[in-house]
């Protein structure tokens, strides 16, 4: 083999391995590309006061008012740490809310709609009212963010 060809083939193989990293990287950046429809969840809400240290230790933060989130639906908000947080109102008065992360690849959900959450980069959905694997190819459910109803708002606990 001649140095030519032992070039070439590393340069192939950086060049796959680089197309296999940058995807997921490019699926992340991609989620957030604004309301033109593609590629974007429209996000609502939720301001982060000043020293938040994520979701489990930030209680009492607001992350969107009820009114915003509608029944048998949702919206997908920022949670104090920046990361994304799926609320869904499964009736009047109870809401739910999880980990916008969808378990099987790291693409975020989208709103939740007819009590189902669905992750649109390869079909997954989750049931609203407890984040559970409706459909794969997830295997596990969405992780529970522990939220309440406060007045007109819907807090983290």
């Known amino acids: 083999m001649n140095t030519e060809s032992l070039v ?14 940058v ?11 604004g309301p033109s ?5 429209p996000t609502r809400g939720g301001s982060a006061p000043t020293g938040s240290t994520g979701a489990s230790g930030s209680a009492g933060t607001a992350l969107v008012a009820l009114a915003d989130v ?8 920022d949670g104090p740490g920046g990361e994304k947080i799926v609320v869904a ?13 969808c378990p099987h690849q790291g693409s975020m959900v989208a709103e939740p709609a ?14 609203a009212a407890d984040g559970a694997v409706k459909k794969g190819p997830a295997t596990t459910g969405l992780r529970a963010v522990a939220v309440r109803v406060d007045g007109d708002q819907v807090v983290l606990t």
């Open 8 to 21: 070439s083939r590393r340069a192939a193989l950086c060049g796959i391995a680089v197309a296999l990293a």
């Open 23 to 33: 995807p997921s990287g490019l699926v992340t950046a991609c989620g957030s590309a």
């Open 70 to 77: 509608p029944e048998g639906g949702g919206a997908v908000v």
């Open 89 to 101: 109102r499964v009736s009047a008065t109870e809401v739910k809310a999880y980990d916008a992360t």
């Open 114 to 127: 007819n009590g189902t959450i669905l992750c649109p980069s390869h079909g997954s959905q989750f049931a």
């Open 37 to 41: 429809g593609t590629g974007s969840t």
